[in-house]
């Protein structure tokens, strides 16, 4: 799950921080990956290799509403609706959030990596290690 803490400007002009939630579920990712020819994954690279920027965006937009939700208060629900990515995608956190995403390479990988689960991310290659000989 990603914590983040948005600072933003209401339409009030009220300046608020606040801490929202963004997680997927292992059944969300396979839900995600087979929804795509080819998996999920491996869509993102030939849109990023191609320099499609409408489909960069509309993955970006998806997967920040798919990801956004709301804890219950104890903590044993990750509460999401329609109704609730709605509501998130009308606020100036969801604006300043999804511009990051689009204008940092990196905001938008930590992101993902955030809301994967953490046995689903790829295991880092292991180098092997050198032994001098003697």
């Known amino acids: 799950m990603l914590k983040k803490s948005i600072t933003y400007k209401d339409y009030n002009n009220t300046e608020r921080t606040e801490d929202f939630y963004f997680n997927l579920t292992k059944a969300e ?66 604006s300043i959030l999804f511009m990051e995403m689009s204008e940092d390479a990196n905001a938008a990988a930590n992101f993902v990596n955030g809301v994967i689960p953490n046995d689903l991310k790829p295991v880092p290659e292991q180098k092997p290690k050198l032994t001098p000989i003697s």
């Open 29 to 94: 990712v396979t839900e995600m990956e087979m929804a795509e020819v080819g998996g999920l994954a491996e869509t993102i690279k030939k849109v990023i290799a191609a320099q499609d920027v409408p489909s960069i965006i509309k993955i970006f937009k998806d997967l920040i509403l798919k990801a956004y939700g709301e804890k219950s208060p104890d903590g044993k629900r990750f509460m999401k609706s329609e109704e609730i990515s709605n509501a998130f995608s009308e606020t100036e956190a969801f």
